[in-house]
Every structure is written in C-alpha cells, then in structure tokens.
C-alpha cells in the first residue's frame, strides 16, 4: 500500500516536471497574464523574443507600458509591421492596450516583449523573471519558461513564421 502511494506520487511528480509547455499564469486585479514564454537563443544571439497573454476581466481598458528583467541590458515592447513589403519591428513606445474585456496575445510574428542586448544565452527547459508594469494595476512579477527554438503555441499554428528566433546563429 504504501509502495503504491509513493509510485502514484513519483509519476504524479514527473508529470508535473515535464512541462517546459506548460502553462503558468498570473493574476494581478483584473487582469490574468498566461503563460510567459521566451525561445532558446542561438550562441550569441543579441536578442530574444517574449510571448504572454493578457486577458483583462475588468471594465476598464489598461496598458502595458514596461518590462523589466536582468536578463538583458534592456528591454522593449515591440510590433512586427510590413513596412514596402519587408517585414519589420518596431518599439511601441506607448505600450499595449489591453481593452476592457479583451484579451491580447504577444506573441511571434505579432507584438512581443524584446530582451536586447542578452547576458546569456536563453536556454530551453530554464527560465527567468521579468516584471510587467501596467499603467493602472500596477506592477506584477513573472516567470518566463524558455522553450525549444522550434516552440510555437499551438493556437499560433497560423501566426506567421518569422521573428527572432528564426534568426541564424552568428558566426557560424
Ligand atoms: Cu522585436
């Protein structure tokens, strides 16, 4: 009996820890950030993407206006746009809107979080803190999973291909 409960309780374990896809989220009033992800960087790669979801259950509209995390020398809310035909980023330099009620997605080939400037290589199956700063809930700390280079969310199979992690290593 008591063999049985520790087997249950050590597959139970092993389940939970082999969830680099699994999803996490954060509440902070009445929004519900889900899942903050990055991707694996290439050796020497100066950038890396970040992706998360914002749901606001509130009934008014907030922003996000700034992340923070030590993993680079700086960090910026970017949107990819195609500017004569050529597919390009730019910073948002007033943040994201999350509407009342609404729910956005950073995600790739869409808006994401920007790490520039990388201490260290990103490395899949790790993960690492950031703050999101909203202008009006404030502050909320989380966790972003590094995933494999090839990671994509499933409900982003459409989500076109391109962004920085489709980068080519440098130097090689
Ligand atoms: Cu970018």
Not at 21 to 29: D, E, F, R, S, V
Not at 86 to 107: F, N, Q
């Amino acid at each position: 009996m008591k063999t049985l409960r520790t087997l249950a309780l050590a597959s139970g374990l092993a389940l939970l820890t082999t969830g680099a896809a699994l999803a996490h989220g954060y509440k902070l009033g009445a929004l519900e950030i889900g899942h903050p992800w990055s991707r694996a960087t290439p050796k020497s790669a100066p950038v890396g993407g970040g992706y998360l979801t914002i749901t606001n259950t509130g009934t008014t509209a907030d922003r996000l206006v700034a992340v923070s995390a030590d993993v680079s020398q700086k960090v910026e809310l970017h949107e990819m746009a195609v500017v004569d035909g050529v597919m390009k980023m730019r910073a948002l330099d007033d943040g994201v809107v999350v509407p009342a009620g609404g729910k956005v997605e950073l995600k790739p080939g869409g808006h994401h979080v920007m790490f520039i400037g990388l201490k260290a290589q990103f490395a899949a199956g790790t993960s690492f803190k950031g703050t999101l700063t909203f202008e009006k809930a404030g502050k909320v700390d989380v966790e972003f999973q590094v995933e494999d280079m090839a990671a994509k969310m499933p409900e982003h199979s459409g989500a076109m291909p391109m962004d920085h992690g489709a980068m080519k290593p440098m130097g090689q």
